[in-house]
């Protein structure tokens, strides 16, 4: 009925913590060491950026839950907007955004961290990558 509001209330939540973030982080470079000797510049993904991968990934999920929900008519375009409140299902509504809607959030937000996690390894892995040994030492 309205479970598709709990993702999308995170999302408002971390669009703005995202957008703070951005505005106080200084950009950070490394310097990469690849196998054929060559040295690179890198700069690291910032946080904020990872954050707006969670923003995606919730604003998506949201709009097609919402579409979803107005396919069978859940939503209307015209006040209140759900009919669950309309016709009085209002508790049985909450009820789903309780049990629904967080369980939404918290599998979009580990899927997330899942994701942090692999570009954390990916990033660890090209700053061990090995240094070439100088010439003439």
């Not at 990033?123 to 990558?129: P, W």
């Amino acid at each position: 009925m309205a479970c598709f509001l709990v993702p999308a209330a995170q999302a408002v939540i971390t669009s703005v913590a995202a957008k703070v973030m951005k505005s106080k982080e200084k950009e950070e470079s490394v310097k990469i060491y690849l196998s054929d000797g060559s040295v690179e510049e890198a700069t690291k993904i910032p946080f904020s950026a990872k954050l707006g991968w969670l923003n995606k990934l919730l604003w998506g999920g949201s709009a097609l839950l919402a579409f979803e929900h107005l396919w069978h008519g859940e939503i209307v375009p015209f006040f209140p907007f759900l009919t669950a409140i309309k016709s009085g299902e209002t508790a049985e509504m909450l009820a789903e955004m309780r049990s629904a809607g967080v369980m939404m959030s918290v599998l979009i937000t580990a899927v997330w961290v899942g994701m942090l996690a692999v570009a954390s390894v990916i990033e660890k892995r090209a700053l061990r990558a090995p240094k070439p040994a100088e010439e003439g030492v």
